[in-house]
């Protein structure tokens, strides 16, 4: 008689592969994927991202993308409103395509700055995190979100890494004599992270007080219309106490900057009317060179112009969003890459390892 023979039902299910995939339709803007996919040793993903004649987005996946893991790096161009589109159909092309997880890698979240609600505006980053969900990511890497609370608004897990590590070894390897430096926070709202920066680097801190914010400026609208004329049977003799207007003091710099280089840092340089005006104040106070630190050099408009006809000797800024032209016109703009940790992050992510090698002596105030 045969001797039955018991077999092995376990079967040996290979880890499942994963792809990189761009899902920007500018060649400037797929630099940092290549240098990411150069990094991990892998080729980018084939499709093919383009607009229609009418403006349309349109994506074709030309690989198989089933049962893997997908990593979609999307870099945010001056056109934020298309790379978004791009990043939506492209998440919802390989969702449909039966791809496992979708994570998106996206350096710098667009519409972060409208996180908080303004009269009667909405929050949009709450919207696009909405968005995005339903278009199929599962997971998102970003660096240097504006306002760590937008991690908030996600139903997935975020991973939201740091640049200052390259800022401050740039500052460390490139700055002659920045042991003779001082932080510099430009506005109250950044001195938390000045601070941050502070500390690490054993310097001094500085804070510009008074300068104007016209993103938080209190601004007239309807509702300091007269209220309609109507019937009610509420209270009325109520009088509530009246919020005094807020007055900007005069413009003052607290620290001693004096003979020294001055190095103001923050999350985003777009706007640079804000960093030119500060510059002219370090300058009025004694400070001979002047530095800007920014995650995302988001540089619209002008800025290239403005930061060479200013006091400003030098702008550094990470390669989470593409600038090359904008270093074309202006020399004075230098470029940190942080493809090293975006591609840690895409291994670890991959291979089922801890993230928190990544944010080594970061705290919660970081």
Do not use: W
Request: aromatic share 6%; glycine share 6%; proline share 4%.
């Amino acid at each position: 008689l045969a001797v039955p023979v018991k077999l092995n039902t376990r079967m040996n299910v290979a880890k499942s592969a994963y792809r990189v995939f761009s899902a920007n339709s500018s060649a400037a803007c797929t630099e940092l994927a290549k240098k990411i996919t150069e990094r991990l040793g892998v080729e980018l993903g084939k499709s093919v991202v383009f607009q229609e004649s009418n403006r349309e987005t349109r994506v074709d996946v030309k690989e198989s993308v089933r049962g893997q893991t997908i990593f979609i790096i999307q870099t945010i161009p001056r056109d934020v409103n298309t790379a978004i589109m791009e990043l939506l159909v492209m998440a919802y092309a390989l969702k449909t395509s039966c791809a496992k997880n979708i994570i998106g890698v996206i350096p710098y979240f667009p519409y972060s700055k409208q996180c908080k609600m303004r009269k009667r505006g909405s929050i949009v980053c709450k919207l696009l995190a909405s968005m995005l969900a339903k278009a199929g990511l599962t997971h998102i890497i970003t660096m240097d979100l504006h306002q760590k609370e937008i991690q908030g608004f996600f139903s997935f897990p975020v991973d939201n890494l740091r640049a200052s590590p390259f800022l401050i070894q740039y500052i460390q390897e490139e700055i002659p004599d920045y042991r003779n430096a001082i932080i510099v926070a430009k506005s109250p709202a950044a001195a938390k992270r000045a601070q941050s920066y502070a500390e690490r680097l054993r310097l001094g801190l500085a804070v510009i007080h008074g300068e104007a914010q016209c993103s938080e400026s209190d601004m007239a609208d309807g509702r300091h219309s007269p209220p309609c004329v109507r019937n009610t049977t509420g209270h009325t003799g109520l009088e509530l106490p009246l919020m005094m207007a807020k007055e900007k003091p005069p413009i003052t710099v607290v620290g001693d900057v004096g003979g020294r280089i001055a190095i103001i840092v923050d999350d985003i340089i777009d706007d640079v009317g804000d960093f030119v005006a500060a510059a002219e104040i370090l300058k009025e106070r004694g400070a001979y060179k002047i530095y800007i630190m920014a995650t995302h050099g988001l540089l619209s408009a002008d800025a290239p112009r403005l930061i060479e006809e200013s006091a400003i000797d030098e702008v550094v800024v990470t390669n989470t969003v593409p600038h090359e032209v904008q270093k074309l016109q202006c020399p004075k703009i230098k470029t940190v890459d942080v493809s090293m940790i975006l591609a840690e992050a895409i291994r670890r992510i991959h291979n089922g390892e801890s993230m928190a090698y990544l944010f080594r002596n970061i705290t919660v105030d970081d």
